[in-house]
């Protein structure tokens, strides 16, 4: 039952700044991969940002590279996504993920999703 507590998202306009937040309900340990997708209205769900959380690898989607940035709590098992010089086309949905490791092998665990609305 551990869940994803998204925080953050907001409406803003363009060239604003905001930091979206997820983090664990319940401490955990296993965490292989944290990160975050969008969803804007009529277009896939696309992934943004991920880390690797042992060796902090990150991985930038093409349209974010220079203005977003993910970084990790690992006492608080917690993901930021920094977002720099928001443009309308960064309205989304964004949806904090998970990968977390066991023995059987890795589980996708997923946010309810945060709303992020650009204005111009």
């Known amino acids: 039952q551990v869940q994803l507590v998204e925080s953050g998202g907001g409406l803003v306009q363009a060239g604003d700044s905001l930091r979206l937040s997820c983090a664990a309900s319940?401490?955990?340990?296993?965490?292989?991969?944290m990160g975050w997708f969008r969803q804007a209205p009529g277009k896939e769900r696309e992934s943004v940002a991920t880390?690797?959380?042992?060796?902090?690898?990150?991985y930038y989607a093409d349209s974010v590279k220079g203005r977003f940035t993910i970084s990790r709590d690992n006492a608080k098992n917690t993901v930021y996504l920094q977002m720099n010089s928001l443009k309308p086309e960064d309205t989304a949905v964004y949806y904090c993920?998970?990968?977390?490791?066991?023995?059987?092998?890795?589980?996708?665990?997923w946010g309810q999703g945060t709303q992020v609305t650009v204005s111009s």
């Open positions: 993920t998970a990968q977390l490791t066991y023995s059987s092998g890795r589980f996708n665990l």
């Open positions: 319940e401490r955990t340990f296993n965490i292989y991969t």
């Open positions: 880390i690797r959380w042992s060796s902090s690898s990150t």
